[in-house]
Structures are given as structure tokens and as C-alpha cells.
């Protein structure tokens, strides 16, 4: 299903910047007590996620095909984890112009995940995709995100000025199973609703309902997904376990920064996802007994080919404190050939060859120029891009996850700094409860002369 | 027009890791020739990009009002800086869901940006942006670039075998005025085209044809981008100065990674075109001297308030080695108001403001907690969106890298890095005269013994 290549991660590839036979293997050995850590976690029932493959989607699916398939739209309100999981499935999954395609190819609903409250894209979605004709998941794991409440006051305000009390029918929630804002609200209104578990975190919650019912309205079968993750936990926790202490090794090697750099279009989204899942889990403050340790490697999006154009010359250049992380595909589902092309060296040699080809050629070339360089790389290879092996992928990058934090000894299922500005927000929002704070933060306006302005 | 506010990256708000009154002071004092080695530059005429304000663009605008409306689509081929600029000013600047917007509304074409050459994305584009209804602006400032050569070569044997000899029609090339296989295609088929002056690089071309067409076409006038960049051009050059030299000053304390965190999806794909125009600037090997120096700090994209449910977790807590820049807007170009919610303190306090208020205060809660964990912050306050206050910011951050080039004491305009891959791709793909380099990769692949693999 995935094949990790680390060889360009090695001194015998990169030189110094890279991992000597001595250094992997007492990585590797310092790091197996985590592995062990965890996999006693898991058996004791501690991660939630690890249970995520067993679940039962029949309700689910029977919901998507009777329902979801009536409407000409379906609209995700939600942020952070409840929107990265989806975006990063619709974009491996459906067809890449999904949302462009005539409605007898597509034969599900329009996607749109709506993960931000910018006022000038919510008039405007609003504007432009009729309400009559959406149905809107509204998806929280906590069911209290300030965000996503604002938008479906938004949206249910708009639906029952068309629809008078049928908005009911428009509307499916996604969240805690008995509590929570969103849960209350369901049970009160008689909502269709999906549970979220309550021990897998926003991050670790793409192979819950958060996922799986958009998926499912779009016609992805949720059984193949959890097929996939079944399989990467049966088989694939040795490998995760060891690309979790080469993260570390490297990380600690001084490359304070991780690109994941998918070589197709297909994968582009799973690096924004894993950019949650990797910032959130590891950037901690603390460690698990309560030192101060800021630990943290910055995780990167890029996109192969296009990020050579942008992004490349840094990496080739620039100080060498990266390690880039290639998702490459075993074979692209469908084929672009490359008509002959005119009689010139430019174009000569592209023609009678497939676009594939070319973008196969374009990530060994980087990788190439890369190792030459001694900047650290290596390649998660994935089979074809299948729900099961998407699914499998997502599920691999959650158990390196949780090996991770284990063997840097932070807690990698909390998020602790982010409380301060979420209530701040609510403070200078005015939300009762918060009248305190929201004085201190008038009070903190800085002096005169401690402000630092320039402009035009 | 354009406010920078850099009260948070000073010492005497946070700490250690902001810059003291002393530090500051004498960053500017040091960085001031360069100031003045730019302007003797620009004013010697070797800065191209500086002479764009006053450019000439009558015939196309002309263009692309006679020509470009009578497309259903128009579909941009090229990648870097021939994709970034116009995705930037396209998001900014076209209704938010211009693409699904009601033809009547739009009153312009669709607009499709192609920046790889993924042969799913390609060959699927091609599936549902029909050819016969779709101009296609092939951009390459050099007319040489692969992948660009690539996408054509699909797209007009797409258009030949529909429209014969017509297809001429449905192309118009943005490329060098003299040189490069694009420019004598387009001389010896009669194409349209438009010149990208040759003294101006890829990354500093968005305010000449390679974006103004497009974004004409889709009817933001360019004189008023350029009158934008023109008022930048004339009064931004002191604070884009300053903002170079405390960029750099905040580098050389350890910010390794500049995070452009923009709090208005109008302005999120500008920090993704800035991402290009600083990594590629900055990033090098070699200072003006020769001598080695590895230099480059790490653009990140971020998005407000999105990125607070994935990155923020890791900027507050995790390694001080961040400074993050905040892109705001004075005013949003229209209201979203939240209806009145439910009674309960989730949603009550939410109903009667606007999205708009939401985002703000998002934002300062942000920029609050950042504060108060040391992590230096700052602001970029654009007064409004139009084309000229965009205009005249990508101008704005142009000066600055030019600027920041010279302090930094590396050649801002080149980009030697990328050019191994290029090779190993050409040869790699059997284009003529890389048969040597083919043969020299054929003969490295890694003894058996040195090659790392996992999977399942």
C-alpha cells in the first residue's frame, strides 16, 4: 500500500546533513520504548483513533445515498479538523474538477467546504449557491466553535426566510454525541445527526463521520476507506513507528523545518492536512512531566511541480534545515499523453510522452538535485490512489504521529495555546462571561511612544 | 494606502525575542546604503520592474475587451511566476466564487489557472472546460519553460481537432519580446501575444502582461493596478525600506521562518506570491561576493483565522523561531451580519454583529496571545481592496525584497538553484543534447545495500 524510501536521508547519500548506520539505529533504539508506550495505550482502549477502522457506517452511508443525494450542493461548515480531513479526501478522490463537471457525470452534489468567517465569502457563497438547493453539514467535535456557530446562524436565518420551518431538512450536524452546543441543538430542532467519538481529537477525525458523510454524499463508500485504515493498522505500524523516529532523528539533526511535497495533484491536500496533524500534535510547550521545552517542527505544504518554481531554489540553497518529505504515486489513474509537438528542441522531446512521465521526471530531478546538495529527503511511495489507499495513508500519518509525540514526550492529543486567543475573541466579541478579560484588553493598549507605525 | 504596524516585534512588548530601540536603530543606520545602492540601480535603469507603473497598456486592455469576453473560459498555462501573480490579483480582486458565479453577473470569463502538469488534473480539465468555448494565454517569460510546452502542446491538438485552423484563435501568448521558442510560435502561427519586458524576472512580472491580461480580461482595469504601483513606487519606497531592514533584523535574531498570515481571503494568495518572491530572492548560496553563505529565511502561508484551529497550536508554543506578519483590511467590500442566534451562551453572543467583527477580533486575539508569548508580530494594514491599494501592495512587497536583496548582500534577481533539476528533467525525458547527463543519472542509482525502504 506504502512504501517509505529514506535512502537520501542518510550521511552515505547527503553527507553530514544526514543520518549515519550509527545514528539510525540508535535512533531507532531510543525510540522503542515510545512504540511500546503506545501500543499499550491502544490495547488499554486510551486512542480513540486506533478503534476508528471497526466502526459501523451503515446508518451513515444510507443517510448519504437516500438524502445527501438529493441536493444539488452540499456545503461543510466547519474549521481546523473538522474541514482539512474532507478537503484532503475530495481532492485525492473525487474528480479534480469535481465541482465543474455536468451533474449526470458528477451524480452526487457539488463539495464546498466553508472553513473561514471572511464576510465577503460567506455573502457570496450565499449569493451564488442557493440554500433552496444545498444541504449544509455543520460539523464541531465540540459542538462550541465560535466560527462554525457563526456561520450556521448565517445560513439557517437564510433557509428558513425561504423555507419557513423545512430548513429542519436542510441541515445535518456532525458532533459530540450527547454533548455541546451543536448536540443540544440537534436533539431541540430534531436535526439528522452523526456522533463524533468523543476520545479522537478534531485532528485525528477524518475517518469519523467529520469525513466519512460528505465523502459518502459524494459517493465514496466509507467501508473502503476504513478497509484501508484497517490495513495500515494491521501492517503498517512498524513503518510508521520508523518514519516517526527519522522525523526525529532529522529534527533533532537541526532541520527545524518538515516540506511535505506531493508529486501529484491528488495528494496535495493530505499535505495541508498533516500540517495540522504534525503543528498541533509536536509544537508544545511542555513535555509530559512538565518541563519547558518548545519543541516543535514547522511542517511545510508544497506541490511538486509547481512549488520548483517558487520554492526550490530556498531548498537547494538556503540553509540547510529542512528535510522534504516526497508523496509520490505508484501510477496516476489516468493517463495525459503529450500530442507531438512542433520540430524544435523545446518541444520535440515532450511529444509521444505523458504528462505522467514528465511529472515523474520533474520530482526525480528535484530529488536528484537535492541529495547533491546534502539536503536531506525522502519519498512516501503510495500504490495508486484508491479509498482504501488514502484512507490507509491518513490513518499511517496518525499512528507516526502518536509514536511521535511519544518518543519526544509531549502530549500529542491536546492543544493547550490556543485557549488565549479564543477567548480573547470571545472577550472583545462580547460574550457574556467574559466581561473581565475584555476590560483587561482595552487596558493593554500600548503607549504612545511604544508604537511602531510607518505607511503611506 | 498601506499601514505597517510593528509595535509587537519590538522588545518592549515581547521581550527577548523582539528587537531593542538600539537594535533597531542601528539595523536601519547599517541597511541604509543598501537603500541607496537600489535606488542608484533603479535610477540607472537597471531595475525593470520599477519602470512598470508608467507602462502602456492600451492595446491590452483593448484586447481583452474586444477579444477575451467572447470566451466562456479563459484558462492561464504557466507555473510560478507566471501563475502566482494572477492567482493573487484574482482572488483579491473577482467576485469570491467567480467561477460559480451566473455568467450575467460575471459578464466576463471563467478563469482557470494551470500551474502543473499533473495529466489528471490536465486531462480532466480538458474533460469539462470544453476547448471550443475557451481562450487559452500560454505564459512563459523565457518561452522555454517544460511544463508550460507541455500543457500546449495538449491543449491546441485539443483545439485543432475540434476547430481546424481556428484554433489560432483561441490562443494568445504573454512571453519575451524577441526570444525563446513561444515567441517564434507565436510569430510564424500569427498568434496574439504580449511582450514580457526582458529585463523584468518571472517572480517581479505579476503588474506586466503576464497577469494585467488576464485580469483584464476578467475586467479589473489595469490602469488602475498600475496606478497603484505607481503611487507605492513614489511614496512606499521608505517603508518598504523598513520593513526590508526589520525583516532582517529579526532573521539575524533567530526568525528563521517569516509567516505571512493574511485576515481576509481577498489577500490569502498574496502571501502565497510572496511566498516565491522572497524564497527565490533571498534564498542563496552565494552573497554578491561569492563568498558561501547559505542565506534564506523560510516564507510560510498561513490564513487567519483558519490557520488558528491548525498552526497556532505550534506558534505559540512551539520553538520562538517565527515572526509572523499579519495581512488585515481597513474595510470588507461588503457586510456579512450574523442573525440573531439561539438563547444560550454559545451562539447569543454571536447574533447581531457582523462576520466581519468576528474576523477582527479573531485577529487581535491572535495577535494578543502571540504577544504574550514573545513571539514578535506585525501588521500590514491595507486601507481597502481595490486594484489599486493590491496593485500598489505586491509593488510595495517588490521594493521591500529589492531592498532586503542588498541589505542581505545577495543577488535578489537571480535563481542558479533551480537549474540542476531543470537539466535532470530534460534529460530524464531524452530531450537532444542531455544524452550524457541521462547516462550520468542512469549509472547512480544506490548500491543495494545503501538503499532504505519500508512499507506494507
Not at 43 to 48: D, F, H, P, Q, V
Not at 148 to 164: P, S
Not at 391 to 408: C, D, K, P, S, V
Amino acid at each position: 500500500m506504502l512504501q517509505l524510501d529514506f535512502t537520501n536521508a542518510m550521511a552515505a547519500r547527503v553527507g553530514a546533513h544526514g543520518l549515519t548506520e550509527d545514528e539510525w539505529t540508535s535512533a531507532l533504539g531510543a525510540a522503542l520504548p515510545a512504540y511500546d508506550a503506545v501500543e499499550k495505550d491502544a490495547a488499554a482502549g486510551r486512542l480513540g483513533f486506533r478503534r476508528l477502522p471497526a466502526q459501523d457506517t451503515k446508518s451513515l452511508a444510507e443517510y448519504a445515498r437516500h438524502t445527501a443525494s438529493l441536493f444539488e450542493n452540499l456545503t461543510v461548515l466547519g474549521i481546523g479538523g473538522s474541514a482539512l480531513g474532507t478537503t484532503a479526501l475530495a481532492s485525492a478522490l473525487l474528480h479534480p474538477w469535481w465541482n465543474f463537471a455536468a451533474p449526470e457525470a458528477r451524480r452526487a452534489p457539488r463539495l464546498f467546504v466553508l472553513d473561514n468567517v471572511d464576510p465577503e465569502e460567506i455573502a457570496g457563497h450565499l449569493e451564488v449557491v442557493l440554500p433552496e438547493r444545498t444541504l449544509y453539514n455543520v460539523i464541531s467535535k465540540s459542538g462550541e466553535t465560535a466560527e462554525t456557530t457563526a456561520q450556521l446562524l448565517v445560513f439557517v436565518d437564510a433557509l428558513k426566510k425561504r423555507l419557513g420551518d423545512r430548513w429542519r431538512e436542510h441541515v445535518v450536524v456532525t458532533t459530540d454525541p450527547a454533548k455541546g452546543f451543536l448536540r443540544s441543538l440537534a436533539t431541540r430542532e430534531k436535526l439528522a445527526s452523526f456522533p463524533v467519538p468523543p476520545d479522537v481529537g478534531g485532528r485525528f477525525s477524518a475517518l469519523t463521520p467529520v469525513s466519512l458523510l460528505p465523502l459518502a454524499a459524494c459517493g465514496v463508500e466509507p467501508e473502503r476507506l476504513l478497509a484501508g485504515a484497517a490495513t495500515a493498522e494491521e501492517k503498517g505500524r512498524e513503518t510508521a513507528f520508523k518514519a516517526a523516529a527519522l522525523y526525529t532523528a532529522l529534527y533533532r539533526k537541526g532541520k527545524r523545518i518538515c516540506v511535505m511535497m506531493p508529486y501529484a495533484r491528488a495528494l496535495r491536500d493530505v499535505a495541508d492536512w498533516f500540517r495540522q496533524l504534525w503543528a498541533e500534535s509536536l509544537g508544545k510547550r511542555r513535555s509530559l512531566d512538565g518541563r519547558e521545552v518548545f519543541e516543535g517542527q514547522t511542517p511545510v505544504k508544497a506541490l511538486g511541480a509547481t512549488d520548483q518554481h517558487s520554492q526550490a531554489q530556498l531548498y537547494n540553497e538556503g540553509p540547510n534545515d529542512k528535510m522534504i518529505a516526497f508523496l509520490e504515486v505508484g501510477r496516476f489513474r489516468r493517463p495525459c499523453p503529450i500530442p507531438p509537438g512542433w520540430e524544435d528542441d523545446t518541444s520535440a522531446f515532450l511529444g509521444g510522452r505523458d504528462m505522467g512521465d514528465l511529472l515523474s521526471a520533474e520530482k526525480r530531478g528535484t530529488e536528484r538535485a537535492l541529495t547533491a546538495n546534502g539536503r536531506p529527503n525522502l519519498t512516501f511511495r503510495l500504490e495508486g490512489v484508491t479509498p482504501e489507499t488514502v484512507g490507509g495513508m491518513l490513518h499511517f500519518f496518525e499512528l507516526m504521529t502518536a509514536y511521535a509525540g511519544r518518543i519526544w514526550n509531549v502530549n500529542a492529543f491536546d492543544q493547550p495555546g490556543v485557549e488565549a486567543a479564543k477567548h480573547a475573541t470571545f472577550a472583545l466579541m462580547g460574550r457574556k462571561g467574559y466581561e473581565k478579560l475584555a476590560e483587561e484588553i482595552r487596558g493593554e493598549t500600548p503607549a504612545q511612544e511604544a508604537v511602531k507605525l510607518e505607511g503611506f
